[in-house]
Structures are given as structure tokens and as C-alpha cells.
């Protein structure tokens, strides 16, 4: 054993290191290879150890054991001798108990980040670090770090038999000390060093080792709002979400980050003043590049400290909180990056991923898909999720790439992937995952959303899973989305041969709980931004996005739009930089911001325009025929049955001076919205005053009313009580 631990190969460091009797006599063995002398405190004082090997192997033999735990006495190497105390790690018993490594192996350990990780905890009433990891491939596992030399046999850890569960308490070391794991391959010898997986604190990237945690003194105070949110009637409330991407919404003038704490300050009033009821953060998981926004994540237990502290993140929510905004963020469970310092061959295995990359590469992101068939990591993924909703009071994730998950040949060619065992190309292990963690959510955190970003026809996405679904709350509705932007886009004289696709998504809309989406995704890499996909020139931009943003925010579903579409930014958006907000000192573009934040207000207020938004008992048809002129029009309702609002939208630049539209019940209707207003910076034709039905039948209604209808523009109407 002498050997393989001067080798870093010691794989029980147990059976050698710390007490042990040895005929009728207690042995203490320690390995200092960088200290003079070594002394060990007995009932009788500090006595000397033996240095049994030149490299730093100290022996105390004696007839009577040290007290538990025994303290060293240690003088140091170096420019000048410095003596010290400390305890010895291998006088400390493991604490991980066998219940939890058992729920470990078989997937269900929801808070694995509470055992495996690093954690500051009390062992035998010593104050330290405990560190544990998964790596059941390894010869040998080390913590390393500035409090060693970076040495891979000053600690190595013990394993916990067939769990593959590796552990280490390191008495009196101090929260905030930098560490990594280094672990030696069993087959191949091979020295990796890697990442924690469940660290919780990373040094600022490029660095990448991890940083041992304090426990958070973070006082929260948002129980109300916690409290109003296990009972909140979600399908029935207004949801509207302004996406963020935190370093990229607005920075200092030098370019630095605003951090977790000024986003409250500032972010915080504006979305209040814009009348959305969430944010939603693109991943503020810990990642190495800032051009993955996120998305290649390699901390999925911590926060990026580029913002700031896991304490900065928890004021920033309950700051949200108190003001009565949720807070949702994106989560990504399909991939992870190949960086070697991470998840990547943790072990010198495939041991996150599939061996085969007909399972585990994707090919399009050049990353590794997860393998959510093996129990260990269902249970890593799991317990992310967990960790962001419980430790951070997170009110929903947003699931990326959910479609990529689900198929095994999701952007492959023939050849280039294998079947499940039924010969299908669903990926079994990934569905039963997702269900799973939509048990979880739903289960442990009442009134969490989860959203899932799925753009395909896969069923019952946004159903519970008792009745086979797959148990998201909402699914993003890409079809919906893709079909708006597709006929914006159109010229609009040639828009009278499109208008299916404004129609078409009524087929459907109600087989999910949807939501609206106009994402980061649609205004990067080359897309465009909302602006820029318009046709015409820029009045007609402009009044084309006021109407897109008008038919979203009145068509059923829930409601979802990235920062800087609100005011119309025209150029892409760039993570590098912040947005253009001295746009807002031209008129166009704040009337398009004033516009958002009416229809916002409009949306969260008026009943009919978001308690059925998933019903469709909430949406009628007042005219979906009128190609030739591209215009429809319908009716969005309450839960009551009788409130109601009507919408007409015009798709052309050409005004429609007495156009007839029915309606539902006689009466004086009035004009509450409209997108073609000169405080949006449109043309300000529209309807003033009340206009009277009359008794005329029109579009199968006993009423109707005659209207202007403004070019490019979309108007709303209430029926005005007596």
C-alpha cells in the first residue's frame, strides 16, 4: 500500500492511512510529504511521529489510542520552518449513510446535491469540508487544491463499495477554498482532472476549478408570494414573460456586468412599468463561453459567478417576488458540453453519456446528450432541477431542446442512430425522465411551471402523466410561431395567398397549453430581428411589428417575448454588447415600446384575453375568410361566458372605411386599443366615440357594426354596459 500511495494509486486510503491496531498496539500513519516533523497529541501531550519513508510517511505506535479525532502537529517546509496544528482527514469516520447511497444508484435521490458535492459541515464536532463524488470507474480519487499543492496524494478519498461513490472530510479547511478532483481511470491509468459536478460555486471563467461553499445566511422574504403560488389558478391567470439574457440587457458604460443585485434595482422597475408577470432568465448555470448564452452549461448546481454570489442570485428573486414577478429559468437537461474540465468522460468513461454516438453526440451542438437511461444521472439531472426551485425559490424551468430529447434520430441521417428496443425511434429512457421530473416538480413545488421547448407534433406534451402525458405545464408553440413570422414576412400584397396561416393554428391550438413565443432564437444568426424581417419601409416596419405584437398578445395562449423586441430594436441581438436603448429617443421606437406595454396592461386586465387562453370555449371566429383583404377577425372571452372583447386586425397597408364586422350582442362597442394610434407612432385613424350596432346579420351574427380599419394595424373593442 506504501507504494501505490506514493504512486496516487491508493484506492482505500482507509486501510492504510489513519489509526489502526497492529498486534496489540495503535498505529497512526499520516502522509506529509512537504512538512519536517510531524507530532501527534496523545493523553500526554504532542509526540513525535516516525518518518518511515523520505517522501513524507510519518508512524506513531503506542499502547493506549489518541482521542478521536487526533491532532497533528506539523512543521512546515519552506523559506523559513512555520509549526502548526491540525487534524488528521483520516480520523474522521464517512457520514454519507447507506439510505441515501441506495436512492443515489437507483435515480430517486431528488437532493443529491445535499450528499454529493462539497458541503461545510461538522463531523465529530470539527468544523470542514466534505467532499463526494460519483466516479465508480476510478482507481483512485483526490481532492486537490491550493491547501495542498494541487497533489493528488495528500487526500485521497474513500469509496463507498459498489456505489461508485467517492468521500473525504478535510477538517478546519475554509469555505471559499479553490479544489478540484483528480481521478485515475482503473483500465487505463489515465489522470483526469476535472470539475466538481455539484459544485456550487465556480472562480470567474476562464478559471475553472471550484470554490468550497458557506452555507447561505440569505434571509428570504417573500412568503406571500410563495404562499399565493402553491394555490395560484395558473391556467386561468395572465402569464406574460419578458426573456432576458442577464449580461446582455443592459451593462455599465466600461461594459462591465450588471450584477445579480443592480438587475433588481433596475431591471425589476422596468418590467413592473411594462406590465409582464415574469421573467424569464436565459441559464445563469455556471458556463465556460459567453457565446453559448448559457446553453453549454457545466455547472448545474451553480450560479455564474459573473454576476455575482448564489446570495446576489437569491436577492435578485426575492426582490421579483416581493414585487409580484415570478421568476422562470431556462434549463438545459439534453447536453453538455465536451470541455475535458467538466462532465466530458468524467471517470475516462462514457460515464454521463452514451459510449456509442449514435446515443450521444449531438452532432448539431457538438456536445454529449445525457444518458438518461442510467439511474445515477437521472438522479444528477433530477436533483438540478430541484436544487434551482428549492434553493433559489425559482417559480418554473424552462426546458430546452425538449424535441432533441425525445427522438433518437433527432437530426440524424440513416445509419447514424440506433433504435429503441421496440425498433422505434422515441428515446424510452428520456421520456420516462421527463415524466419524472414533472412528477417532481409538481409534487415537491406546488404551483412551479415547467415549459418545455418542443417543436414537434409529439402528443399531450402539457398533459399530466396519469393520463400518459408527458406533464409540462405549457409547451412553447413553435408551429404557431414559425406560421406568424412566415406570413409577416410576406409582402403584404401577396399576404391574400397565405392566410391559412394566420388560420391555421385554431386546429390545434387547444390539444396543449401553449405558449405564444417570439424568442432570442428568432432574432439571432442571421434571422433577423423583428424589425428587420418586416417587408415595406419603415413605417411600414414599424406598424407591422406593432400589429404582430398586437395579434400575439390577443391570440389564446400565454405569452412570451425576448428583450428588445418590446421597442422594436433593429438590429440583431448580440451577447457581447447591451441593447440599443438610445433607440428609445427616436419616436418609432418608443411608441413601439409604449404600445407593448398598453397591450401588456390590456392582456393582464381584461379577463377575456387570458382566463381561457387554453380553452376553447375562450376564442370565436368572427371572420377567418377574408383573404382578399387580409383581415380576420374574432372574439376572445371570459370565464363568465358573457365578457368578451372583439379584434379585427388588418394585414395591409390599405385603411377599410366602413368595414361590417358581426357581433355577438347588440349595443354601443368601443374602441380600446389600437395599434395604429399617433401614440405608438402610426397614423391615428381609428374609431372614436361609441358605435351602435344595428339589427343587420352579418357573418352569422344577428348584429353587426360598421368599423374603420386602420392599414397594418390591429383594433380592439368592448361592449359598453348600460
Partial sequence: MQNALLDARLHDPYAYLGLHREQGQTLVRVFRPYDVQVWIRTATG????????????????????????????????????????????????PQISDHDLYLFNEGKLWQTYRTLGAHSVSNAGVNGIRFAVWAPNAERVSV???????????????????????????????PGSLYKLEIRNRASGEILIKTDPYAQRFELRPQTAALAPADSGFDWQDAAWMTHRENWDWLHAPLNIFEIHAGSWKRHPDGRFYSYRELAQHLLPYVLEMG???????????????????????????????????DDFRFFVDACHQAGIG???????????????????????????????????????????????????????????????????????????????????????????????????????????LRDLNVMVHGEFPGALTLAEESTAWPAVSRPTYVGGLGFSMKWNMGWMHDSLSYMQQDPVYRRYHHDLLT??????????????????????????LFNKMPGDDWQKFANVRLLLAY????????????????AQQREWRVSAELDWGLLQQSPHAGAQALQRDLNHCYKNIPALHQLDFAAEGFQWIGCQDAEQSIISYLRRAKDGSSFVLIVLNFTPVPRIGYRIGVPAGGMYREIFNSDSAYYGGSNMGNLGNIASVQMPWMGFADSIAITLP?????VFSLQQP
Wanted: aromatic share 16%.
Fill in 46 to 93: 504532542f509526540e513525535p511521529m516516525q518518518r518511515i519513508h523520505p517522501d513524507g510517511i510519518f508512524e506513531w505506535r503506542g499502547d493506549t489510542s489518541p482521542a478521536m479525532p487526533y491532532r497533528l502537529r506539523i512543521e512546515k517546509k519552506g523559506e523559513r520552518h512555520i509549526v502548526y496544528e491540525l487534524f488528521d482527514p483520516y480520523a474522521f469516520a
Fill in 144 to 174: 486537490v487544491g491550493d491547501f495542498n499543492r494541487w497533489d493528488g496524494r495528500m487526500h485521497p478519498m474513500h469509496v463507498h463499495h459498489a456505489s461508485g461513490v467517492w468521500e473525504l472530510f478535510i477538517p478546519e479547511l475554509p
Fill in 276 to 310: 409582464y408577470t415574469h421573467i424569464e432568465l436565459m441559464p445563469v448555470s455556471e458556463h465556460p463561453l459567453d457565446e453559448s448564452w448559457g446553453y453549454q452549461t457545466t455547472g448545474y448546481f451553480a450560479v455564474t459567478s459573473r454576476y455575482g454570489s448564489a
Fill in 327 to 433: 421568476v422562470i429559468l431556462d434549463w438545459v437537461p439534453a447536453h453538455f458540453p465536451q470541455d475535458t474540465f467538466a462532465l466530458a468522460r468524467f471517470d475516462g468513461t462514457a460515464l454521463y453519456e452514451h459510449e456509442d454516438p449514435r446515443l450521444g453526440f449531438h452532432q448539431d451542438w457538438g456536445t454529449y446528450i445525457f444518458n438518461f437511461g442510467r439511474n445515477e444521472v437521472k438522479s444528477f439531472l433530477l436533483s438540478s432541477a430541484h436544487y434551482w426551485l428549492s434553493e433559489f425559490h425559482l417559480d418554473g424551468l424552462r426546458v430546452d431542446a425538449v424535441a432533441s430529447m425525445l427522438y433518437l434520430d433527432y437530426s440524424r441521417k440513416e445509419g447514424e442512430w440506433l433504435p429503441n428496443k421496440y425498433g422505434g425511434r422515441e428515446n424510452l429512457e428520456a421520456i420516462d425522465f
Fill in 504 to 529: 391555421f393554428s385554431q386546429l390545434y391550438a387547444y390539444s396543449e397549453n401553449f405558449v405564444l413565443p417570439f424568442s432570442h432564437d428568432e432574432v439571432v444568426h442571421g434571422k433577423g430581428s
Fill in 552 to 567: 400575439q398578445m390577443t391570440w389564446p395562449g400565454k405569452k412570451l417575448n425576448f428583450m428588445g423586441n418590446e421597442f
Fill in 711 to 715: 392599414p397594418l394595424a390591429g383594433v
